[in-house]
């Protein structure tokens, strides 16, 4: 499976984000479609939030956040969020420290380490990719051997 949807840069997109990605993962196990679906969530709101994708263009309209899912049979499931780079150069995806239990904001890239099997960040001036794995079998509970 090879899926590529984009998104105009604002915060509606977010819930799109989510229906989309629940739609094409129908099939999938619960747990993983919950558990990809809000990943998605918080990489798309963050790639928003922190992009040069939402800085208007000429004629009004923003930038675009992509989002792609790729499977294999066997494999893990792939997502990728693309942005049009950072709002401050340099600056990239980061797992915050120290948020408290009443903290609005802070908690994306916890919930991304936390969830994802594995992710990574490419960035450059005009681009930031957030790639994230996911086991697509679903959990039993048990540590596996």
């Not at 747990?31 to 679906?37: I, L």
């Not at 928003?48 to 675009?64: A, D």
């Not at 380490?113 to 994230?132: G, H, I, Y």
């Amino acid at each position: 499976m090879h899926a590529e949807k984009r998104l105009p840069a604002c915060l509606h997109s977010v819930a799109a984000a989510r229906a989309w990605v629940s739609r094409i993962l129908d099939g999938y196990p619960d747990d993983v479609t919950e558990t990809v679906t809000l990943c998605v969530s918080e990489a798309v709101t963050n790639a928003i939030r922190y992009s040069r994708s939402s800085l208007p263009r000429e004629g009004g309209n923003l930038g675009e956040v992509i989002l792609r899912l790729h499977n294999l049979p066997g494999c893990p499931l792939y997502v990728e969020v693309q942005d049009e780079g950072p709002l401050t150069p340099g600056s990239r995806p980061h797992v915050m420290d120290g948020s408290g239990p009443l903290a609005e904001h802070g908690r994306g890239m916890w919930l991304i380490s936390t969830l994802a099997k594995q992710w990574t960040v490419m960035s450059e001036e005009s681009a930031t990719l957030l790639s994230m794995a996911f086991n697509t079998m679903p959990s039993t509970g048990r540590a596996e051997p």
